[in-house]
Protein backbone atom coordinates (compact mmCIF):
# COMPACT_ATOMS: atom_id res chain seq x y z
CA UNK A 1 0.00 0.00 0.00
CA UNK A 2 1.47 3.16 -0.97
CA UNK A 3 1.79 6.21 1.13
CA UNK A 4 -1.31 8.04 -0.24
CA UNK A 5 -3.63 5.46 0.09
CA UNK A 6 -2.33 5.08 3.83
CA UNK A 7 -3.17 9.03 4.33
CA UNK A 8 -6.92 8.20 2.56
CA UNK A 9 -7.78 5.34 4.93
CA UNK A 10 -6.63 6.97 8.05
CA UNK A 11 -8.43 10.24 7.04
CA UNK A 12 -11.94 8.19 7.50
CA UNK A 13 -11.36 7.84 10.54
CA UNK A 14 -10.94 10.58 13.78
CA UNK A 15 -10.52 10.67 17.57
CA UNK A 16 -12.33 13.65 19.57
CA UNK A 17 -12.17 14.65 22.79
CA UNK A 18 -14.68 17.34 24.50
CA UNK A 19 -15.25 18.15 28.09
CA UNK A 20 -18.86 19.13 29.27
CA UNK A 21 -18.61 21.61 32.31
CA UNK A 22 -22.56 21.68 32.69
CA UNK A 23 -24.34 18.14 32.23
CA UNK A 24 -25.52 17.69 28.71
CA UNK A 25 -27.25 14.96 26.78
CA UNK A 26 -25.08 13.42 23.63
CA UNK A 27 -27.37 11.75 21.31
CA UNK A 28 -25.47 8.81 19.38
CA UNK A 29 -26.13 7.58 16.17
CA UNK A 30 -25.77 3.73 15.46
CA UNK A 31 -22.92 3.36 14.05
CA UNK A 32 -20.62 5.02 16.57
CA UNK A 33 -18.16 4.06 18.98
CA UNK A 34 -17.86 5.84 22.28
CA UNK A 35 -16.26 6.31 25.70
CA UNK A 36 -17.55 7.95 28.16
CA UNK A 37 -15.13 8.72 30.92
CA UNK A 38 -16.09 10.90 34.25
CA UNK A 39 -12.77 12.76 35.25
CA UNK A 40 -11.04 12.06 38.46
CA UNK A 41 -13.22 8.46 38.20
CA UNK A 42 -12.45 4.87 36.96
CA UNK A 43 -14.78 3.75 34.67
CA UNK A 44 -15.67 4.07 31.28
CA UNK A 45 -19.00 3.20 29.13
CA UNK A 46 -18.16 2.02 25.09
CA UNK A 47 -21.05 1.75 22.83
CA UNK A 48 -19.57 -0.65 20.39
CA UNK A 49 -19.49 0.25 16.41
CA UNK A 50 -23.04 -0.35 15.36
CA UNK A 51 -25.18 -0.19 18.34
CA UNK A 52 -28.48 1.66 18.39
CA UNK A 53 -29.49 5.02 18.46
CA UNK A 54 -29.92 6.53 21.84
CA UNK A 55 -29.12 8.98 24.36
CA UNK A 56 -26.49 9.40 27.05
CA UNK A 57 -26.54 11.93 29.86
CA UNK A 58 -23.11 13.35 30.34
CA UNK A 59 -22.48 14.82 33.60
CA UNK A 60 -20.82 17.96 34.94
CA UNK A 61 -17.06 17.87 34.56
CA UNK A 62 -16.89 14.88 32.54
CA UNK A 63 -15.69 14.02 29.24
CA UNK A 64 -16.17 11.71 26.46
CA UNK A 65 -13.48 10.56 23.23
CA UNK A 66 -14.86 9.08 19.95
CA UNK A 67 -13.34 6.79 17.42
CA UNK A 68 -15.05 6.03 14.66
CA UNK A 69 -15.55 5.88 10.73
CA UNK A 70 -16.16 9.56 9.90
CA UNK A 71 -19.66 8.48 7.80
CA UNK A 72 -21.02 6.43 10.15
CA UNK A 73 -20.44 9.22 13.20
CA UNK A 74 -23.25 11.47 14.06
CA UNK A 75 -23.47 12.91 17.43
CA UNK A 76 -24.72 16.24 18.84
CA UNK A 77 -24.81 17.92 22.38
CA UNK A 78 -28.01 19.19 23.80
CA UNK A 79 -28.33 20.86 26.58
CA UNK A 80 -25.90 23.97 27.61
CA UNK A 81 -26.91 24.47 31.33
CA UNK A 82 -27.82 21.51 33.36
CA UNK A 83 -30.27 18.93 32.72
CA UNK A 84 -33.56 19.43 34.27
CA UNK A 85 -34.56 17.10 36.73
CA UNK A 86 -38.28 17.22 38.06
CA UNK A 87 -36.67 17.56 41.85
CA UNK A 88 -33.90 20.41 42.77
CA UNK A 89 -32.02 18.06 45.43
CA UNK A 90 -29.64 20.35 47.83
CA UNK A 91 -28.61 18.11 50.13
CA UNK A 92 -28.55 14.53 51.35
CA UNK A 93 -26.58 13.40 54.63
CA UNK A 94 -26.24 10.44 56.86
CA UNK A 95 -25.67 10.11 60.49
CA UNK A 96 -26.27 8.09 63.57
CA UNK A 97 -28.99 9.56 66.06
CA UNK A 98 -30.03 7.51 69.03
CA UNK A 99 -28.06 4.28 67.69
CA UNK A 100 -30.39 4.74 64.71
CA UNK A 101 -29.02 4.90 61.17
CA UNK A 102 -30.93 8.72 59.81
CA UNK A 103 -30.98 9.75 56.50
CA UNK A 104 -31.91 14.01 55.55
CA UNK A 105 -32.49 15.52 52.54
CA UNK A 106 -33.74 18.50 51.14
CA UNK A 107 -35.62 19.76 47.96
CA UNK A 108 -35.27 23.21 46.73
CA UNK A 109 -38.19 22.24 44.30
CA UNK A 110 -40.13 19.76 43.22
CA UNK A 111 -42.41 18.88 39.71
CA UNK A 112 -44.81 15.84 39.66
CA UNK A 113 -42.91 14.51 42.21
CA UNK A 114 -44.59 11.07 44.01
CA UNK A 115 -42.08 9.94 46.36
CA UNK A 116 -38.47 8.80 46.64
CA UNK A 117 -37.24 5.66 47.53
CA UNK A 118 -33.96 4.59 49.42
CA UNK A 119 -31.05 2.38 48.20
CA UNK A 120 -28.30 1.19 50.29
CA UNK A 121 -25.15 -0.69 49.86
CA UNK A 122 -21.70 -1.75 51.92
CA UNK A 123 -19.77 -0.47 48.76
CA UNK A 124 -19.50 2.79 46.51
CA UNK A 125 -21.90 1.19 44.01
CA UNK A 126 -25.18 1.98 43.18
CA UNK A 127 -25.83 -0.44 40.29
CA UNK A 128 -25.71 -3.59 43.21
CA UNK A 129 -27.19 -1.77 45.85
CA UNK A 130 -30.89 -2.30 47.41
CA UNK A 131 -33.84 -0.99 47.72
CA UNK A 132 -34.61 -0.18 51.63
CA UNK A 133 -37.59 1.75 51.57
CA UNK A 134 -41.52 1.88 50.46
CA UNK A 135 -42.67 4.36 48.95
CA UNK A 136 -41.67 7.71 50.54
CA UNK A 137 -44.47 10.70 49.79
CA UNK A 138 -43.27 13.47 47.81
CA UNK A 139 -45.14 16.86 47.67
CA UNK A 140 -45.88 16.68 43.98
CA UNK A 141 -45.04 20.25 42.40
CA UNK A 142 -44.19 22.73 44.51
CA UNK A 143 -41.42 26.06 44.45
CA UNK A 144 -40.56 25.74 48.68
CA UNK A 145 -38.13 23.96 50.22
CA UNK A 146 -39.04 20.82 51.27
CA UNK A 147 -37.10 18.64 54.50
CA UNK A 148 -37.23 14.92 54.33
CA UNK A 149 -36.23 12.05 57.00
CA UNK A 150 -35.61 8.28 56.72
CA UNK A 151 -34.60 6.28 59.62
CA UNK A 152 -32.89 2.85 58.63
CA UNK A 153 -32.64 -0.83 60.10
CA UNK A 154 -29.67 -2.63 59.55
CA UNK A 155 -29.35 -5.55 62.12
CA UNK A 156 -26.41 -7.07 61.20
CA UNK A 157 -24.43 -3.91 61.14
CA UNK A 158 -21.12 -3.93 62.55
CA UNK A 159 -19.14 -0.97 64.47
CA UNK A 160 -16.37 0.15 61.59
CA UNK A 161 -18.76 -0.56 58.83
CA UNK A 162 -19.41 1.58 56.35
CA UNK A 163 -22.48 2.07 54.15
CA UNK A 164 -23.43 4.45 51.01
CA UNK A 165 -27.48 5.47 50.47
CA UNK A 166 -28.87 6.81 47.15
CA UNK A 167 -31.72 8.46 46.74
CA UNK A 168 -34.71 7.92 43.56
CA UNK A 169 -37.42 9.94 43.00
CA UNK A 170 -40.67 8.96 40.76
CA UNK A 171 -42.92 11.09 39.12
CA UNK A 172 -46.74 11.07 38.53
CA UNK A 173 -45.83 9.41 34.80
CA UNK A 174 -43.70 6.44 36.36
CA UNK A 175 -40.60 7.64 35.18
CA UNK A 176 -37.60 7.59 37.88
CA UNK A 177 -34.75 9.70 38.95
CA UNK A 178 -31.35 9.13 40.14
CA UNK A 179 -29.18 11.76 41.11
CA UNK A 180 -25.62 12.09 41.74
CA UNK A 181 -25.14 13.17 45.73
CA UNK A 182 -24.23 10.08 48.14
CA UNK A 183 -24.59 9.79 51.28
CA UNK A 184 -22.01 8.09 53.51
CA UNK A 185 -22.69 6.71 56.98
CA UNK A 186 -20.01 4.87 59.50
CA UNK A 187 -21.08 2.49 61.97
CA UNK A 188 -19.73 4.08 65.35
CA UNK A 189 -17.85 1.67 68.15
CA UNK A 190 -20.85 2.35 70.30
CA UNK A 191 -23.30 0.57 67.88
CA UNK A 192 -25.53 -1.55 69.32
CA UNK A 193 -27.72 -3.74 66.60
CA UNK A 194 -31.39 -3.71 66.77
CA UNK A 195 -33.36 -6.94 67.84
CA UNK A 196 -35.05 -8.56 64.96
CA UNK A 197 -38.74 -8.33 65.48
CA UNK A 198 -41.19 -11.34 65.78
CA UNK A 199 -43.22 -10.86 62.56
CA UNK A 200 -46.87 -11.29 63.37
CA UNK A 201 -49.13 -12.80 60.79
CA UNK A 202 -51.06 -10.01 58.93
CA UNK A 203 -54.20 -10.55 57.03
CA UNK A 204 -55.48 -8.59 54.05
CA UNK A 205 -53.70 -7.70 51.32
CA UNK A 206 -50.02 -7.00 50.86
CA UNK A 207 -47.36 -4.85 49.07
CA UNK A 208 -46.85 -5.62 45.49
CA UNK A 209 -42.76 -7.06 44.82
CA UNK A 210 -41.12 -5.33 43.07
CA UNK A 211 -42.59 -2.06 42.67
CA UNK A 212 -42.08 -0.52 40.67
CA UNK A 213 -41.50 -3.31 38.21
CA UNK A 214 -40.28 -3.59 34.64
CA UNK A 215 -41.41 -7.30 32.85
CA UNK A 216 -38.12 -6.91 30.50
CA UNK A 217 -36.17 -7.31 34.18
CA UNK A 218 -39.20 -9.37 36.07
CA UNK A 219 -41.67 -11.26 34.33
CA UNK A 220 -43.86 -9.92 36.98
CA UNK A 221 -44.82 -8.51 40.22
CA UNK A 222 -46.02 -10.52 42.84
CA UNK A 223 -49.02 -9.71 45.31
CA UNK A 224 -49.54 -11.78 48.67
CA UNK A 225 -52.67 -11.61 50.36
CA UNK A 226 -53.79 -13.59 53.50
CA UNK A 227 -56.99 -14.47 55.08
CA UNK A 228 -58.50 -15.24 58.28
CA UNK A 229 -61.30 -16.85 57.23
CA UNK A 230 -62.33 -19.72 54.08
CA UNK A 231 -63.64 -17.28 51.68
CA UNK A 232 -63.97 -16.03 48.09
CA UNK A 233 -61.36 -13.94 47.22
CA UNK A 234 -61.15 -11.89 43.61
CA UNK A 235 -58.46 -9.62 43.04
CA UNK A 236 -58.47 -7.03 39.88
CA UNK A 237 -56.15 -4.48 38.39
CA UNK A 238 -57.22 -0.76 37.37
CA UNK A 239 -55.42 1.97 35.61
CA UNK A 240 -55.80 5.54 37.16
CA UNK A 241 -58.98 6.51 35.51
CA UNK A 242 -60.77 3.39 37.42
CA UNK A 243 -60.70 1.29 34.33
CA UNK A 244 -60.53 -2.36 34.81
CA UNK A 245 -57.16 -3.68 32.99
CA UNK A 246 -56.97 -7.26 34.22
CA UNK A 247 -58.74 -9.86 36.46
CA UNK A 248 -55.46 -11.60 38.40
CA UNK A 249 -57.32 -14.30 41.38
CA UNK A 250 -60.93 -15.26 41.23
CA UNK A 251 -61.00 -18.57 43.39
CA UNK A 252 -62.33 -19.72 46.46
CA UNK A 253 -59.95 -19.73 49.48
CA UNK A 254 -59.55 -22.85 52.39
CA UNK A 255 -58.67 -21.49 55.34
CA UNK A 256 -56.20 -23.99 57.22
CA UNK A 257 -54.95 -22.10 60.98
CA UNK A 258 -52.38 -24.93 60.98
CA UNK A 259 -50.56 -22.95 57.40
CA UNK A 260 -51.65 -19.67 57.51
CA UNK A 261 -49.67 -18.54 55.26
CA UNK A 262 -50.03 -15.53 52.50
CA UNK A 263 -51.19 -17.20 49.10
CA UNK A 264 -49.60 -14.90 45.69
CA UNK A 265 -50.60 -14.21 42.47
CA UNK A 266 -49.25 -11.93 39.72
CA UNK A 267 -49.75 -9.47 37.27
CA UNK A 268 -47.42 -9.00 34.35
CA UNK A 269 -48.49 -5.83 32.68
CA UNK A 270 -51.28 -6.79 30.23
CA UNK A 271 -54.80 -6.76 30.43
CA UNK A 272 -57.49 -9.53 29.68
CA UNK A 273 -56.33 -9.03 25.89
CA UNK A 274 -52.24 -10.05 26.26
CA UNK A 275 -51.94 -6.62 25.53
CA UNK A 276 -49.16 -4.68 27.36
CA UNK A 277 -49.80 -1.66 29.22
CA UNK A 278 -48.68 1.94 29.13
CA UNK A 279 -46.27 3.15 32.19
CA UNK A 280 -47.47 4.91 35.23
CA UNK A 281 -49.74 3.70 38.24
CA UNK A 282 -52.01 0.88 38.76
CA UNK A 283 -54.71 0.33 41.64
CA UNK A 284 -54.86 -3.33 42.69
CA UNK A 285 -58.02 -3.94 44.65
CA UNK A 286 -59.20 -6.96 46.30
CA UNK A 287 -63.12 -8.17 47.08
CA UNK A 288 -63.59 -11.12 49.94
CA UNK A 289 -66.99 -13.03 49.28
CA UNK A 290 -67.90 -10.00 46.83
CA UNK A 291 -67.96 -7.18 49.71
CA UNK A 292 -65.49 -4.83 50.88
CA UNK A 293 -62.35 -4.22 49.28
CA UNK A 294 -58.60 -3.81 50.19
CA UNK A 295 -56.75 -1.01 47.85
CA UNK A 296 -53.33 -0.73 46.76
CA UNK A 297 -50.92 0.67 44.42
CA UNK A 298 -48.14 -0.17 41.98
CA UNK A 299 -46.17 1.09 39.68
CA UNK A 300 -45.49 -0.48 36.17
CA UNK A 301 -42.34 1.11 34.25
CA UNK A 302 -41.06 -0.43 30.75
Known amino acids: MNRFNILLLMSIFFLSTCLYSANSVITINSGASITLTAQGANKSYLINSGADDGQIIVNSGASFTSWAPEALIDFTA ?148 NLHNSADVEINVYNIKGQLVRCIYNDFVEFDDSKSKPKVTYWDGRDKN ?29
Open 274 to 302: GKIQANGIYLYIMKVDGKGKEVKRLIFLR
Open 78 to 225: SGEGDITLPVVLSTFTAQFIENTPTLYWTTQSETDNMGWFVYRNNENDFSTSDKVSDLIDGYGTTSESHDYIYEDTIYDALPGDTYWYWLESIDLGGETHHYNKTAKLVVPDDYEPPIPPEIPIIYGLYHNYPNPFNPTLTRATKIWF
